[in-house]
């Protein structure tokens, strides 16, 4: 089984080099993305039915796209600094998805988030400008879980 993993950032150059370098140093790594949390939810059916072993979440995303068509947030109180949560939470709610290990990799401080809930289980890594340490989490996840394999 290939690892597969899911990546959620909306900022176009970030996803890219995170991407390239999960692929060149995880050989067979499948690397999916995901640019926004509207396309993260409105894909979230063939992501739960064919799920990654380890998502990638940026914690603060844009609700969509810009464009003339692109959809409204759901709410008026829709807050960007909680977009990769809100993923996050998804994906360990949903009995197809719960097994998923969620990396929250972002440039906030996780002190700027001590009175939310963080989803169970996610680790929390600050984006630095090498992805060395974020290459390491997913290795340690890797095998640290017998079902994130590659062959």
């Not at 039915?49 to 810009?66: E, G, T, Y």
């Not at 464009?67 to 998804?90: F, I, K, M």
Request: net charge negative; hydrophobic share 40%.
């Amino acid at each position: 089984m290939k690892l597969r993993i899911l990546l959620l950032e909306d900022d176009f150059l970030q996803r890219d080099s995170i991407r390239k370098a999960l692929e060149q140093n995880f050989e067979g790594a499948v690397v999916d993305t995901e640019a926004s949390e509207s396309e993260f939810h409105r894909n979230f059916e063939a992501i739960a039915s064919n799920p990654p072993d380890i998502a990638v979440l940026d914690v603060m995303l844009r609700w969509a796209n810009p464009s003339p068509d692109a959809p409204s947030p759901p709410t008026e109180a829709w807050e960007p600094q909680q977009a990769g949560l809100r993923c996050a939470r998804l994906l360990k709610q949903d009995l197809r998805t719960s097994r998923v290990s969620v990396i929250l990799y972002t440039a906030f401080n996780p002190l700027n988030f001590c009175d939310l809930e963080l989803p169970t289980g996610a680790i929390w890594l600050t984006k630095e400008l090498s992805l060395d340490q974020l290459i390491e989490c997913v290795r340690s996840i890797r095998t640290s879980d017998p079902e994130v394999t590659i062959q």
